[in-house]
């Protein structure tokens, strides 16, 4: 009888352990925040995101220089501060994400709850601005998403540096860059001098290419 107490109640822990990881990770980051309010809100957090700097911490040729360059003690020192070094600057796009989940849920209930109207009687700047208000809500979604799933990567399984480096290449990098120019794009609707100081913000100029 004892023995199934304490099995029930390492059960019962166990649960607990299990949904308090999945509010404090997932529930709490995309549904737990409060409503910015306003487009400038979520602008005025969009702060050093360096995505210039996050694309030379995951490229191949830093890899390389590592593996070609520095003694074996020197690149598990390596290593161990790239992963540091990458993690330090997705952390505001992680948070940037959640404020923008935050941001476009409201507004895109409401725009789905709008009853379609005549298209002659909407101006096509207010349409488009609504077609990328739904496309940054399901991009700011699914970046925050992988942003979590990829943070529990490199908490979990340290020791895989070399896999996680290339996932962040491949994978992660790209889904970023689509979200923050879709975000710069959409700020851009609202006049172009937003648009310029959102580049200088996130320090990525590139991503105004496809906006012209």
């Given at each position: 009888?004892?023995?199934?107490?304490?099995?029930?109640?390492?059960?019962?822990?166990?649960?607990?352990?299990?949904?308090?990881?999945?509010?404090?990770?997932?529930?709490?980051?995309?549904?737990?925040?409060?409503?910015?309010?306003?487009?400038?809100?979520?602008?005025?957090?969009?702060?050093?995101?360096?995505?210039?700097?996050?694309?030379?911490?995951?490229?191949?040729?830093?890899?390389?220089?590592?593996?070609?360059?520095?003694?074996?003690?020197?690149?598990?020192?390596?290593?161990?501060?790239?992963?540091?070094?990458?993690?330090?600057?997705?952390?505001?796009?992680?948070?940037?994400?959640?404020?923008?989940?935050?941001?476009?849920?409201?507004?895109?209930?409401?725009?789905?709850?709008?009853?379609?109207?005549?298209?002659?009687?909407?101006?096509?700047?207010?349409?488009?601005?609504?077609?990328?208000?739904?496309?940054?809500?399901?991009?700011?979604?699914?970046?925050?998403?992988?942003?979590?799933?990829?943070?529990?990567?490199?908490?979990?399984?340290?020791?895989?540096?070399?896999?996680?480096?290339?996932?962040h290449r491949e994978t992660?990098?790209p889904e970023v860059r689509?979200?923050?120019?879709?975000?710069?794009?959409?700020?851009?609707?609202?006049?172009?001098?937003?648009?310029e100081n959102l580049l200088?913000?996130?320090?990525?100029?590139?991503?105004?290419?496809?906006?012209?």
């Amino acid at each position: 009888m004892t023995f199934l107490c304490y099995v029930a109640i390492a059960v019962y822990l166990s649960l607990i352990s299990f949904f308090l990881l999945l509010y404090f990770w997932i529930y709490r980051p995309l549904y737990s925040r409060a409503f910015p309010g306003e487009l400038a809100d979520v602008i005025s957090a969009v702060l050093n995101v360096k995505l210039v700097e996050l694309e030379r911490m995951v490229s191949e040729e830093m890899s390389t220089l590592i593996a070609e360059t520095l003694s074996p003690r020197e690149q598990r020192l390596a290593k161990r501060n790239r992963s540091r070094a990458i993690s330090d600057r997705l952390a505001p796009i992680e948070a940037n994400a959640s404020l923008c989940v935050a941001f476009t849920r409201p507004q895109v209930r409401l725009l789905r709850n709008k009853r379609p109207g005549p298209q002659s009687c909407r101006r096509r700047s207010q349409s488009e601005r609504d077609r990328l208000l739904e496309e940054l809500f399901k991009l700011s979604q699914d970046c925050c998403l992988l942003l979590i799933f990829v943070k529990a990567i490199r908490v979990l399984m340290p020791w895989d540096r070399e896999r996680m480096i290339r996932f962040h290449r491949e994978t992660v990098l790209p889904e970023v860059r689509e979200f923050l120019r879709v975000f710069v794009e959409y700020a851009g609707t609202f006049g172009d001098c937003q648009r310029e100081n959102l580049l200088a913000w996130l320090d990525c100029w590139e991503l105004d290419e496809g906006y012209c």
